[in-house]
C-alpha cells in the first residue's frame, strides 16, 4: 500500500532559524513527488515538483529536495510569514489518472 | 484568473438532507478532482474526473456523488447526509493534457466547510 509520512508533526521555530521538514514515502516506483503549502482556511498552494532521486528545486528561502525513500523541504532564515501547513503528496506510478497520495502535513509556525 | 471556484464556502447540514457542492475552474483543465480533509489526516481523494465525460471512484466515494457537466464543472453531491461526512472539501484540477499518467501538479480552490449535524 502507498505511503505517505510527514515529520515534525508540528514545529515552531524563531524567525531567522533554519530546519528542514521531511517527508517519507513507501511506492512501488515514484511518477512525481509534489510540495504544497496550505494557509488557515485555504487550499493548498503548489510549490514544487521533483521527478528523480538527487533533484533540487528552490524558491526563495525554500529548497525541497528528494532521495529515493523520502523528501525534505529545507527553510532557510524563516519569516513569520513562511508559517503555514507544508503538504507532502507523491504520484504512484502504478495509479492510473492523476491520483494523489497525501501526507498528513507538518504545522510550521515562525515567531517573531 | 479565479483559478478554481468552490461554493458554498460553509454549509449546516441536519443527518439526512442532501446537498451538492459545485465546483468551477476557468484554466482550461481536463482533470478534476473531490477530495475531504480531516484533522490528523492528509486529503482523501473522494472520485475524480481524468477528462470531459469521465468519473471514477477514489479512496472514499461511499455515500457520494459526482457529475462532470461540462469541461469547467465537477459537482459533488451528498444524497443523505452523515455526521461521518463532516469534513473540509476540497475540488482540484490538473491539465492532464498528456493523458492520466501525466506529471502535472493539481491546483486547488479554497475549500467547502461542512458540518453536519
Known amino acids: 500500500e502507498d505511503q505517505v509520512t510527514q515529520s515534525p508533526e508540528a514545529l515552531r521555530l524563531q524567525e531567522g532559524e533554519s530546519s528542514s521538514l521531511n517527508c517519507s514515502y513507501t511506492?512501488?516506483?515514484?511518477?512525481?513527488l509534489f510540495w504544497y503549502r496550505q494557509d488557515p482556511g485555504k487550499g493548498p498552494e503548489f510549490l514544487f515538483t521533483?521527478?528523480?532521486a538527487g533533484e533540487e528545486k528552490e524558491k526563495e528561502r525554500l529548497k525541497a529536495t528528494l532521495t529515493k525513500k523520502e523528501s525534505f523541504l529545507h527553510i532557510t532564515a524563516p519569516k513569520p510569514e513562511d508559517s503555514a501547513t507544508y503538504l507532502c503528496?507523491?504520484?504512484?506510478?502504478?495509479?492510473?489518472?492523476?491520483?494523489?497520495?497525501f501526507g498528513p502535513g507538518t504545522r510550521l509556525s515562525v515567531l517573531p | 484568473n479565479a483559478g478554481v471556484t468552490q461554493t458554498p464556502k460553509f454549509q449546516v447540514l441536519k443527518t439526512g438532507q442532501s446537498m451538492t457542492l459545485q465546483c468551477a475552474q476557468d484554466?482550461?483543465?481536463?482533470?478534476m478532482y473531490w477530495y475531504r480533509q480531516d484533522p490528523g489526516m492528509g486529503l482523501r481523494l473522494i472520485y475524480y474526473?481524468?477528462?470531459?465525460?469521465?468519473?471514477d471512484k477514489g479512496e472514499v466515494p461511499n455515500g457520494y456523488n459526482v457529475s462532470r457537466l461540462n469541461k469547467r464543472e465537477f459537482s459533488l453531491r451528498l444524497e443523505s447526509a452523515a455526521p461521518s461526512q463532516t469534513s473540509v472539501y476540497f475540488c482540484?484540477?490538473?491539465?492532464?493534457?498528456?493523458?492520466?499518467?501525466?506529471?502535472?501538479?493539481?491546483?486547488f480552490g479554497d475549500g467547502t466547510r461542512l458540518s453536519i449535524l
Open positions: 482540484a484540477s490538473s491539465e492532464g493534457r498528456r493523458g492520466p499518467y501525466s506529471n502535472q501538479p493539481q491546483h
Open positions: 511506492v512501488s516506483g515514484l511518477r512525481g
Open positions: 521533483l521527478y528523480s
Open positions: 503528496a507523491v504520484h504512484p506510478m502504478d495509479n492510473y489518472g492523476q491520483n494523489f497520495v
Open positions: 484554466m482550461n483543465h481536463n482533470s
Open positions: 474526473s481524468a477528462s470531459e465525460g469521465t468519473t
